[in-house]
């Protein structure tokens, strides 16, 4: 009887652990689709992990479609820290921000750390805070 409940212990431990794993997948997808859709200029697709609940989204938008239409971009990221919960996650990632212009081909690098916080709704996750969003500010000047 106490080998048949360890064993039951034992199966819900590696259960819980693939199902971590895959969340994790999951969040990471979400994040990584806005850092390579950004380098393939395709801000649209940037956008696309995020809620329009996200108070920045607009002004993020915007950054996004104006530094594809500006600059070529190449985006690395790094993740530092991660908090995982059933329904919420909040990421710390090294965002680092290569920047071509398309005009003169002078390059630029900026570097933040940026926290991003999602949301599970309906087995989706979704980007629901995104911040500093002047990372992407294509006026910026500054190599940070």
């Not at 212990?9 to 259960?15: D, G, K």
């Not at 990584?32 to 200029?41: E, F, Y």
């Not at 940026?114 to 990372?135: A, G, N």
């Amino acid at each position: 009887m106490a080998v048949t409940a360890l064993k039951r212990v034992a199966l819900l431990l590696v259960f819980a652990a693939a199902l971590a794993a895959q969340q994790s997948k999951a969040i990471y997808h979400e994040v990584s689709q806005v850092a390579t859709a950004l380098t393939s200029g395709n801000p649209s697709d940037a956008m696309t992990p995020f809620d329009k609940s996200f108070a920045g989204y607009d002004q993020l938008r915007d950054y996004f479609i104006a530094l594809s239409n500006v600059y070529q971009t190449m985006n690395e990221i790094e993740i530092m820290e991660q908090e995982i919960g059933e329904n919420d996650a909040t990421l710390k990632i090294q965002w680092t921000l290569t920047l071509t212009s398309l005009a003169d081909g002078i390059s630029q690098t900026r570097s933040e750390e940026v926290t991003v916080k999602l949301h599970q709704k309906k087995y989706q996750w979704r980007i629901v805070d995104f911040s500093p969003i002047e990372l992407f500010n294509p006026e910026l000047r500054q190599s940070k």
